[in-house]
């Protein structure tokens, strides 16, 4: 009798976790799909605003739709992924969010869905260089409320960073859109050190002559993962 009892009062916590914890995990993945439909979006309405001023048909700019969850953005010598991740994920416990009282008020606050923005070569896809590296440049997460922060490399770090008081706008997005072309325009190729090159074996000589495609980078031959803003 005592093992039933047990049995039903695990169920009944199982059902209450599924009904909490699942469904707002499946809430805030479908409504981040509709959120990164409106990236895309507005993601073609500036490279369209872009193309309306710009006369040097030289400059690339279009975009590619790579399906549900990932759309390319090519603007000049760069291309711009934007990528949906399909989980959604929870802030640590050791987050100094969990400080603010919109965190407080709501564990729910805590979970976010999460797009990621990736800045490669043009011609590493253009040329298809497997091997060619790109950077994150930023993380977008946004929670049930569409209150979002952002993490990532200069102004895009900086600027949103209180997601208590920050809710995602189409306005904003497109102005997130602008951040992310301006610090890729602005992230330049660097002449990579001699020594990187000083020694090829003949397989690597055909490999370039063939096909060019000896790792490119913005900043070959330097470590970035951890560089400071």
Known sequence: MKQ???????????????????SLKQDIADDCEKVFDAFKKML????????????DPRIRLYTEDKGKFEMHAFVGSDVLVFNLHNNVFRLPDNNPLWGTSYF?????????????????????????????????ISRIFINHDRHFWVEGKGILGSMFKDPQNLQLTDEIIEIIIQLSFAHALEFDLYIPPFEYYDQLSVSQIQYIGDN?????AKRLGFKMKAEDN
């Open 4 to 22: 039933e009892k047990a049995i039903a009062k695990n169920r009944e916590a199982l059902k209450q976790l599924l009904m909490d914890k699942s």
């Open 44 to 55: 073609q309405h500036e490279i369209d605003a872009l193309r309306s001023v710009i006369e």
């Open 104 to 136: 407080r008020a709501n564990e729910n606050n805590g979970y976010f869905g999460i797009i990621n923005v990736y800045n490669f070569l043009a011609e590493s896809f253009l040329q298809n260089r497997q091997e060619d590296v790109g950077y994150l």
């Open 212 to 216: 060019l495609k000896l790792q490119t």
